[in-house]
Every structure is written in C-alpha cells, then in structure tokens.
C-alpha cells in the first residue's frame, strides 16, 4: 500500500526534471560567434572562411555540401570529438578543446528524432555555424 506514494513521487520528479529541461536556455548564435572567435576563428577564418589552415573547410557551405540541409549531428558529434580526442578526429589537424566540454548539458534534438546532451558550448558553437550558411 505504500507504493503509491513512491509512485507519485518518481512521477512528480520526472515532471520537475522535464520542466527543468524546457526551462534551460538555449545558447544563442552570438555565444557561439564569441566561442567560435575563441576556438576556431585562427584556422578557419573569421566568419567560417579563408582561415589560415590550407586544409580549413570553408564552414560556410556545410549545408550545401549536405544536399541543402545543416547537418546538425554530423556537426555535433564532430565538435564534441575534437574536445574529447575521439577516434579519426584525433588523428586530424585539429586541436583538441577539453574546455568546449565543461560546463553545462543541454538537450538537443536530432533531425533522425532522437535526442541527446551535448555541452552547451558545442551546441552554441554549432548554432553559429548554422547562422552562417550560404
């Protein structure tokens, strides 16, 4: 007979933890304008182009390289690997930024419908991109 209680209780944390979710703010393109500055502007080029890294992709046609459509968690899960040093992306010219991963987890929706926590520097960094598409 006790169990309800329990029951009731779990269910209202669940609530609380989704609203807190909804509630957390989204990083903006300006923060991920300032990190990108920070992070990535040396080689990639002020504005996402003609960066001073020879082999620097010009991050401003990412989407019409994808067939006219951002590729979000292709893009998401890159930026989370070049903090982290994961597999390829370790291998490459990158540098890895451990600093993009403190802080805070923020949800993020994946155009396949799933979603996942990803710091919410990488998802600034990645709305500033996809600010930028031309």
């Given at each position: 007979m006790r169990a309800a209680p329990f029951f009731g209780g779990a269910t209202a944390l669940c609530a609380l933890a989704?609203?807190?979710v909804a509630c957390?703010?989204?990083p903006s393109a300006q923060a991920g304008h300032t990190l990108y500055e920070d992070y990535c502007a040396?080689?990639?080029?002020p504005g996402g182009q003609d960066g001073a890294h020879p082999d620097a992709p010009d991050l401003t046609r990412l989407s019409a390289r994808n067939d006219g459509e951002f590729p979000t968690g292709l893009l998401l899960a890159r930026l989370e690997g070049y903090g982290q040093g994961l597999h390829e992306i370790a291998a490459s010219d990158m540098p890895r930024y451990a600093l993009l991963m403190d802080g805070r987890l923020t949800r993020v929706?994946?155009?396949d419908g799933r979603h996942t926590q990803v710091p919410v520097k990488v998802v600034a960094i990645n709305r500033y991109l996809e600010s930028i598409q031309r």
């Open positions: 989704a609203v807190i957390t703010p989204r040396a080689c990639h080029g929706d994946l155009p």
